[in-house]
């Protein structure tokens, strides 16, 4: 498997489908485990850390995961090969920069990844489309049984599993939700849905961003507390409680835009298709910021029913690699949001690129998209 | 109480500014907290929660006289202080070798939880197992008698009386 194989598409869980995909496009569940019988990275030579890397390599790969799977070893590869790695949600950043042997067991289809040697010894995730948190939840539990028949984790009855940083303590699970809030966003109140996290105990981070800015309006919301609770019971409260309330909020806002403010969806609307149809230089940051209001529109009139003037323009937008020429899609946009991101666009082009290269490239490829010839 | 600044919408969120000595109150809207530029942190990074719990908490001497400070885990040869940079144990047995500074923290850390009531491991000895067993079902009664689901804490009461013959 190469990496280019991945890189000329999105991935599964990021193609729009799933339920409630309209404002939750994903659901990741990620445990963290230790070996019984190691020392915690941190005081972990690279000799132990080699001895590890190899046990839980040969153990993942020796599974039957219901997909191919691949290894890659993270330290021996290439930074534009980790950025895109980082840039699918496959590895995290700090596996991608860290130090020491480590490396990567990743389904082909990219709903699977083990971390070995992260910030603990294993970091399973399942991710999956729209929302499918149980789904997630079920299969990574089976997958965390056939590890635990081959190895011994590091547990303790009183704790749990335990783990390099007591905040992971316990059931190590961290069920994280990929949100689109953009009306949230537009109508001033996502303070609102930032301070109703917070009470739940909740942590927010904004994505494609650099560093927690949301540029895409696009936010992980993710459980904090893992010791004291079961995994059903955070399972179950994303499910029954959170992601409905956060729908609701979304969508009211997104019926306010509609009944209160239509000049602004409008405005937004129309702005974010004449820039990307027209720029020929893009940064990721702007066309993330703009992709994500014709997100919002295409959705607006798919779920809400709403066809303003610019909604009816936007969808009337059909480019080359739309599965119906007629309209644009919701993959279309999705596959922009992840194929103009910086590793992306340079693993597809075949060779590194400066920044005024990657931006002429980026609003090429998002113009050809939106249908436009020139 | 309406908005200082709107005077329409309801003031939810209310500013303390002290500035030399000065004392001055502010009652804001949301959307005129937003316009002013003030936004509550929602987000606070692990490393600045940890040492940030750890510095609030009273140091040993305080609380027993003797010290966890000068404490050296003797199978990872870690300490206190190197935790308190790194916000990352060294081994396992740290949980048990410096139980006594990590507990308050890891129950702040966990909404009060101190006790693993999750999944286990096919490995765990039976006794262990029914052990916690036991006592998930009586977290899970405490939650169902407070969510006011009788049904639910009758059935989990019997589960345990029988658990416990």
């Known amino acids: 498997m190469k990496l280019t194989d991945l890189s000329s598409d999105i991935n599964e869980w990021f193609d729009g489908s799933g339920p409630l995909s309209d404002i939750v496009i994903s659901s990741r569940v990620r445990l963290a485990r230790n070996l019984a019988g190691y020392k915690f990275l941190t005081r972990c030579s690279n000799t132990d850390k080699s001895e590890i890397l190899k046990k839980l390599k040969d153990i993942l790969l020796s599974l039957d995961l219901g997909d191919k799977v691949f290894y890659i070893s993270i330290d021996k590869s290439s930074a534009l090969d980790r950025h895109l790695l980082v840039e699918r949600h496959l590895i995290s950043r700090s596996h991608a920069f860290g130090k020491g042997p480590r490396g990567a067991v990743i389904a082909e289809r990219e709903f699977f990844t083990a971390m070995i040697n992260e910030e603990d010894h294993l970091r399973l995730q399942v991710l999956k489309a729209g929302c499918q948190i149980s789904s997630c939840a079920k299969q990574i539990n089976k997958i965390d049984d056939m590890i635990e028949q081959k190895v011994e984790y590091a547990f303790s009855p009183r704790y749990g599993y335990l783990t390099a940083c007591p905040t992971n303590l316990g059931t190590g699970i961290r069920v994280s939700v990929m949100l689109h809030l953009p009306a949230l966003k537009m109508t001033g109140q996502i303070e609102k849905f930032f301070n109703a996290a917070r009470d739940m105990g909740l942590a927010v981070r904004g994505l494609f961003g650099e560093g927690t800015e949301a540029v895409s309006d696009l936010y992980q919301l993710s459980n904090q507390v893992t010791l004291g609770i079961s995994e059903d019971s955070v399972v179950t409260a994303f499910e029954k409680t959170i992601i409905p309330e956060v729908v609701e909020y979304e969508n009211a806002a997104r019926n306010q835009l509609l009944s209160r403010q239509s000049d602004v969806l409008e405005d937004k609307i129309s702005r974010a298709m004449a820039l990307l149809q027209n720029a020929r230089l893009i940064s990721s940051q702007e066309a993330l910021f703009l992709l994500s209001h014709l997100r919002l529109g295409l959705n607006l009139h798919k779920h809400q029913g709403a066809s303003t003037p610019a909604i009816k323009r936007l969808c009337a937008l059909g480019g080359s690699d739309t599965d119906d020429k007629s309209s644009l899609s919701i993959r279309t946009i999705n596959r922009l949001f992840m194929l103009t991101l910086p590793a992306h666009l340079q693993l597809n082009y075949g060779k590194p690129l400066d920044a005024t290269h990657r931006d002429a490239l980026r609003a090429q490829i998002i113009r050809s998209a939106l249908g436009q010839t020139s | ?165």
């Open chain 2, 1 to 165: 109480m309406q908005c200082q600044i709107c005077n329409k919408n309801e003031a939810t969120i209310h500013l303390t500014e002290i500035i030399d000595g000065v004392r001055s109150e502010m009652h804001l809207c949301e959307i005129c907290a937003q316009e002013q530029g003030i936004a509550i942190k929602t987000t606070i990074p692990v490393n600045e929660l940890l040492s940030n719990l750890l510095a609030v908490q009273p140091t040993d001497e305080e609380l027993s006289g003797h010290s966890d400070k000068d404490l050296i885990c003797p199978h990872c040869g870690f300490t206190l202080e190197q935790f308190r940079k790194e916000a990352l144990l060294g081994c396992p047995y740290d949980y048990e070798v410096f139980e006594k500074s990590l507990l308050p923290l890891i129950e702040r850390a966990h909404n009060g939880g101190t006790t693993h009531c999750g999944k286990l491991p096919s490995r765990v000895p039976r006794d262990a197992k029914r052990q916690i067993e036991l006592l998930n079902l009586r977290h899970q009664l405490e939650t169902a008698v407070q969510g006011e689901d009788y049904e639910m804490a009758a059935k989990l009461r019997d589960k345990i009386n029988q658990m416990e013959k």
